[in-house]
């Protein structure tokens, strides 16, 4: 059996109902609002193709497609890209929500009563690893990597390597609430929240110098709320960093 936590069920149920489920205490749909809140910087760029990688179950890509021609969207999670594959070809997702211990209650999602069927034709998902692309994806308008820098194992690596598969004019736009744990990038590997040379190391300054064929335009608190019982709430808030062609 897989170790990774975005292989198993209790995870996919949680991505399902934090992608397509309810809008919990007045915070806004993480993905649709991350998308939405790009749409000043798409009057200023091409809109031919998009890169959404750590892309989930889905939901970012799809509200993509309503606004590029072509969307690539790649996640390392084989069950996350199985439910946004399934999800575009019409299937109905059951799921299930913990109310309190084992008790939980199932809910049924699908595209076309979500509004989001209209481009899905557009959307390629594939299983795929971040820090191990192929060489042919690349000249990418935007590249969108949401809550997922924290997640990689060597951070650094895929900051220097992704910026060479934007396009002309492309942006990169990174989310991520910074939470460095061992689990999953070793600690030599970290962008920040650490000290050095007894300086405090922030992640924002670090990607300021690793991203270095890009400036940094624009950064937005965005928080998310993901429910994981009736009384239990992860409320967080990513920071996106806008980064375009110095
Ligand atoms: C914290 S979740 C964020 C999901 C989604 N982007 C969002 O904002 O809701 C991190 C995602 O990155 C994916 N992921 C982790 N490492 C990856 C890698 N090396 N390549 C591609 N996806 C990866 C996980 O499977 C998971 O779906």
């Known amino acids: ?3 990774n936590i975005y292989e198993t069920d209790t995870s996919t149920s949680q991505y399902c109902d934090f992608h397509y489920g309810n809008e919990y205490f007045g915070v806004k749909n993480f993905p649709k609002n ?13 809109t031919n193709k998009v890169l959404d990688l750590g892309c989930s179950v889905g939901r970012s890509s799809f509200e993509f497609s309503n606004y590029f021609k072509e969307v690539v969207a790649i996640d390392y999670s084989h069950k996350f890209i199985e439910v ?8 109905q997702i059951d799921y ?3 109310l309190e211990g084992h008790i939980s209650e199932k809910r049924s999602i699908d595209l076309e009563t979500l509004g989001l069927s209209e481009n899905k034709d557009k959307i390629r998902f594939l299983q795929g690893d971040a820090q191990n692309l192929d060489a042919s994806l690349n000249n990418f308008d935007v590249i969108f990597c949401s809550n997922l820098i924290d997640r990689l194992q060597e951070p650094r690596v895929f900051l220097k390597e992704i910026q060479s598969r934007l396009s002309e004019n492309g942006i990169l736009v990174l989310l991520s609430p910074y939470t460095w744990l061992e689990e999953y990038t ?3 590997n970290w962008l920040g929240g650490y000290e050095e040379n007894k300086e405090d190391i922030y992640t924002l300054d670090t990607l300021k110098k690793e991203l270095s064929t890009l400036e940094l335009s624009k950064c937005i608190d965005v928080e998310f709320v993901i429910k994981e019982t009736n009384r239990k709430f992860q409320h967080t808030i990513s920071q996106m960093s806008i980064w375009t062609k110095a």
């Open 1 to 3: 059996m897989s170790d």
């Open 34 to 46: 991350s998308v939405e809140l790009l749409l000043p910087f798409f009057k200023n760029i091409n």
């Open 84 to 91: 946004a594959k399934n999800l575009q070809e019409a299937v």
């Open 96 to 98: 299930s929500v913990t």
């Open 186 to 188: 070793p600690k030599q």
